[in-house]
């Protein structure tokens, strides 16, 4: 039996940053791959490490690389001869990941387990004699609650255009890949991203101002 080798995307950039900047600059998918494939390769497997899911790294990826390539599109990022384009990024990755990380532990969105306070721990409002967890007083089932932050974000949704309510439902609800979907608009995966970005930083704007 044959074995196929796998294809390396980066190998037309290899030891030479500025065709790999220009070739973003350009929206070419091949650099687009190699950016995503040496960024996931850096970023993903330290993130799962370090407290979070495969999901939500790759969340956090994703807005970064979107956040990024809006910067090489405008020339806010202008390539340097000594700059790693993908150690810049990374860079990005690492902190919003801290961010992430810090944003939810104070939201006590973090589990909780039999080491949290040490053994022994008597704070009885966080585990039972099982040691199993238990749900916290403002995680507690407040259906009502729940009803308006469903409501607030459905009124959030109708306030988007309908292109931004297209493309967060084929992201989110059908989990499009951002190519099928750059595909059905008729963009580049590099520029679905960028959008991405935009309509869920708009459907958050919209959520607070609701």
Known sequence: MTVSKS???????????AAFYEALR???RQAFSCLYSRVHNQ???????RGGS???ALDIMNDCLAIFLQKVRSGEFVFQPDTK????????CYNQWHNYIDKRQQRREVSFDGNRNGAGGDDGDEEDSSGEPVPLADEA???????EWVHRLNRAVAL???DCQKMLH????EELSLREIGERLSMTEASAAVKRFKCAKYLRDRYLSV
């Open 7 to 17: 294809v390396d995307v980066c190998q037309p950039f290899a030891g030479n940053e």
């Open 43 to 49: 970023f993903v497997p330290l993130a799962c490490q």
């Open 170 to 173: 084929w992201f989110y609800v």
């Open 141 to 147: 089932g407040d259906e009502e609650e729940q009803s």
């Open 54 to 56: 495969y999901d939500e």
């Open 85 to 92: 384009i993908t150690s810049y990024l990374y860079r990005i």
């Open 26 to 28: 350009a929206e070419q």
């Open 160 to 162: 988007l255009r309908e």
